[in-house]
């Protein structure tokens, strides 16, 4: 068991396969929320320690042989097209389907479940949100990260303060995954946890499958970033 608390959620995240699996299931915080320490994150989970180093036991045995990618050898570059093609292309997708859809499940359904007018202005504003949050990565914070690796693997120097240039776009996206992340919370609780109602019609069913759908891929997406690729580039860049 001391294998697992004397690290943070962050760290198991990356380094045992599997785990993110563990923590998506038990509603354990691996992105935003990954800097704490294992035995924290259980308590403030409500989840005995115990249970998830077991869980995390099983995982490592199941997925040993299929673990991902190892992010963190590859380069920073490949990692970043990773991000956009693996879950950049997917969440724009889904918050086109999700937004209409969320309003017609409102139009249909609101007067006897009024929770759903929340539900389509939280869709909305994470919409919103993640569009803006994804072209500034790709179009500022992406490119950046690559110069610097260019730099770095050809001895050329960069300009005084170049880190900064990198470490504040950083930052930034960081606060704005923790926003993203407090409407996902949000998102769960108004649903009641994404419970369909006994007089919900497919549209609603598919709904909420679609947005606990995205919430896991957020997750992983969040988590690359947060865990693996800005951590590679600050680094990098000292």
Not at 73 to 77: C, K, N, P, R
């Given at each position: 068991m001391s294998i697992y608390t004397e690290k943070t959620v962050r760290d198991l995240a990356v380094a045992v396969p599997g785990a993110t699996r563990v923590f998506e299931e038990m509603g354990i915080d691996y992105c935003c929320g990954g800097s704490k320490p294992l035995p924290e994150a259980c308590s403030k989970a409500g989840i005995p320690l115990q249970d998830i180093t077991e869980a995390l036991d099983r995982a490592k045995a199941r997925y040993a042989k299929d673990a991902p990618a190892d992010w963190q050898?590859?380069?920073?570059?490949e990692l970043a097209a990773y991000i956009v093609e693996k879950h950049h292309v997917y969440t724009q997708n889904e918050i086109s389907r999700l937004e209409p859809l969320s309003a017609?499940?409102?139009s249909v359904h609101a007067e006897r479940h009024p929770e759903l007018i929340r539900v389509q202005g939280l869709v909305?504003?994470?919409g919103s949100d993640l569009k803006s949050h994804m072209l500034k990565e790709e179009q500022?914070?992406?490119p950046r990260i690559h110069q610097l690796e260019e730099a770095a693997q050809s001895s050329e120097a960069l300009p005084d303060g170049y880190l900064d240039f990198i470490r504040m776009p950083?930052?930034?996206?960081?606060?704005?995954?923790?926003?993203?992340?407090?409407?996902?919370?949000?998102?769960?609780?108004v649903s009641d946890g994404y419970a369909v109602p006994a007089d919900g019609c497919i549209s609603y069913k598919t709904l909420y499958q679609a947005i606990q759908e995205l919430e896991r891929d957020l997750h992983q997406h969040i988590h690359l970033e947060n865990n693996i690729l800005f951590p590679r580039a600050l680094a990098l860049g000292k």
């Open positions: 050898s590859s380069s920073l570059t017609k499940v409102a909305h504003s994470l500022v914070l992406f950083v930052q930034c996206m960081m606060q704005e995954h923790d926003a993203a992340g407090e409407i996902l919370k949000e998102l769960r609780e």
